[in-house]
């Protein structure tokens, strides 16, 4: 899993989503849609480039040659780690301009290698060359539009986050000049770790993941006897208990561990066939390894 990190070798913000310039109506008293949009110049007045944090999709591009702002939508191809957890991130960057030399590449659908350039800053739309950017937590909404909100702007579609909230800084990639008094987290050095459960925080019936495959081994391979006996009982044991899916022989094994666990003071919260990080503890008692 990677960090979720701020694309540009230099981020200076000269607006951040409070700037009474144009952004704070993007999200103030509207009571439907809102992002928390950020202008970030680059080094100087120039054209700096707006990196690839991590694989990206494309999901829209708008405004090339017409009269709409040029914007590009792009979504991390994998969840991510960010300063909210692990989450499928996406990202708008608007302003490049129609010429952009990299953005002319791209089509929905594209793909954006970690580290290759999405676009550069720009005046589409705007005075001085700059990035005007969005992103969001695309589990619960990918941005690909603009929608107009109740303070009559047009911001992102999708489930737009604050800046701070999914991007971390590199500060071996970028120098930060001025963030405008937002206060990011630095990436942090060591290398992300998977949750056991993923994104959930635990797994229950209906749910997919490798290491409910693990689960039922486990169950298996050790408390076969809970509902078998004789000597198929193992064989018969692990043919039902299959895969990486949670079916009712998952819930139902889980149900009887944890009665089992409680009564013998290892688990003390509800019997309700779910596996959490309470369960999961039971478990590694038992012997269970992750
Ligand atoms: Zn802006």
């Not at 957890?85 to 990202?91: A, K, M, V």
């Not at 001085?128 to 969005?134: D, F, S, T």
């Not at 666990?261 to 290892?266: I, L, N, P, W």
Request: hydrophobic share 30%; glycine share 10%; net charge negative.
């Amino acid at each position: 899993m990677n960090y979720f990190t701020f694309g540009m070798k230099v981020l200076r913000v000269t607006q951040n989503y409070n700037g009474s310039t144009s952004h704070k109506a993007h999200w103030y008293h509207s009571t439907n849609y809102a992002d928390y949009p950020i202008d970030c110049a680059g080094k100087d007045g120039d054209k700096d480039i707006y990196y690839a944090p991590v694989d990206m999709k494309v999901t829209a591009v708008k405004g090339i040659g017409n009269a709409t702002t040029n914007t590009i939508w792009l979504v991390a191809c994998e969840k991510c780690m960010t300063p909210s957890g692990e989450i499928l991130p996406f990202i708008m960057l608007t302003h490049f301009n129609d010429n952009d030399p990299y953005v002319s590449n791209l089509k929905v659908g594209s793909i954006v290698k970690q580290g290759q350039p999405i676009c550069e800053e720009g005046t589409d739309g705007a005075t001085a060359n700059h990035l005007h950017i969005v992103v969001g937590n695309a589990d619960r909404g990918c941005g690909n539009g603009f929608i107009q909100n109740s303070n009559g702007k047009w911001v992102s579609n999708g489930y737009c986050m604050k800046p701070e909230e999914i991007m971390y800084i590199d500060k071996d990639f970028t120098n930060v000049l001025d963030t405008n008094g937002i206060i990011f987290k630095d990436k942090p050095k060591e290398e992300p770790k998977e949750s056991f459960f993923g994104s959930k925080g635990y797994f229950c019936l209906g749910n997919y993941h490798e290491n409910i495959g693990k689960i039922c081994d486990f169950f298996a391979e050790y408390f076969y006897g809970y509902f078998y006996k004789g000597e198929n009982a193992k064989a018969k044991a692990h043919q039902v208990l299959d895969g990486n899916y949670f079916g009712p022989y998952l819930k139902k094994w889980t149900i009887e561990f944890q009665k089992r666990a409680k009564d013998e003071g290892k688990y003390n919260d509800e019997i309700d066939g779910c596996i959490g990080p309470k369960t999961l503890t039971a478990l590694k008692y038992y012997g269970f390894q992750e």
